[in-house]
């Protein structure tokens, strides 16, 4: 079983920025591919970033050039650094894991909400 809980949601304004933090419980963090979800009111939840257990990332178009994803391995810890900012990244923002590194996202956090106001 893994647990995560999600940190760092609150209220920005159009151009801030964010940092979103997901840590892990278990002792081999390091082994699991994991990813940040988002999910806008009425709308369905859309996949953001994923970082791989070798450390590779890839991001959604819609945030590439905006949004960092990296982890520690040593903190059991997962990141999302957000940039500039729009309305339109409004959204519950949720970390997953995928322990057997098969695309498939096990584990989830219960969401940290983040708000940008126009």
């Known amino acids: 079983q893994v647990q995560l809980i999600e940190s760092g949601g609150g209220l920005v304004q159009t151009g801030g920025s964010l940092r979103l933090s997901c840590t892990a419980s278990?002792?081999?963090?390091?082994?699991?591919?994991m990813s940040w979800f988002r999910q806008a009111p009425g709308k369905q939840r859309e996949w953001v970033a994923v970082i791989t257990s070798e450390g590779n990332t890839n991001l959604a178009d819609s945030v590439r050039g905006r949004f960092t994803i990296f982890r520690d391995n040593d903190k059991n810890t997962l990141y999302l650094q957000m940039i500039m900012l729009k309305p339109e990244d409004t959204a519950v923002y949720y970390c997953?894991?995928?322990?057997?590194?098969?695309?498939?996202?096990?584990?989830w956090g219960q969401g940290t909400q983040v708000t940008v106001s126009s």
């Open positions: 997953a894991a995928d322990p057997s590194r098969r695309g498939i996202w096990d584990y």
């Open positions: 278990g002792r081999t963090f390091s082994n699991y591919h």
